[in-house]
């Protein structure tokens, strides 16, 4: 009789086990970039311009629906956000089309140790400290 209790036991152990597991892999999460350099960051800026989706280098063939959002200032160059430090009304990002203020850290494009942003049009990216909506 008791060995009948410690099989339903490790029955019971193995169900809750399996069933945490598929519980916590199934949470959504936040894609994660690559990192955005391996350098100091140096370059303070406060930029001011529209809110766009980066525009790809390459305009030729298929293009995906994500949207990177960036800065476009007023002489036309564009500047990727990392808003992950600055708070935002909105987690999602600061939208499209919408006039902006960015304070932070500039990294140039040069400066940037793996090819994941090279596919955007980009003068480099800017690690916000504060976002304003003007």
Request: glycine share 6%; aromatic share 10%.
């Amino acid at each position: 009789m008791r060995e009948k209790q410690v099989y339903w036991v490790i029955i019971a152990v193995c169900i809750a086990a399996i069933a945490t597991y598929f519980f916590t892999s199934r949470q959504v999460h936040a894609p994660v970039l690559p990192p955005v350099a391996n350098v100091p960051y140096e370059g303070a800026v406060s930029l001011e311009g529209v809110s766009v989706c980066l525009p790809h280098v390459e305009s030729d063939g298929p293009q995906t629906l994500e949207c990177a959002y960036g800065l476009r200032t007023d002489n036309g160059f564009n500047y990727a956000l990392d808003t992950s430090k600055a708070p935002l009304d909105n987690e999602s990002g600061p939208g499209t089309n919408k006039r902006i203020k960015i304070e932070g850290t500039l990294v140039p494009i040069e400066a940037i140790s793996n090819d994941y942003w090279r596919k955007y049009d980009i003068k480099g990216i800017i690690q916000a400290n504060s976002f304003e909506a003007l």
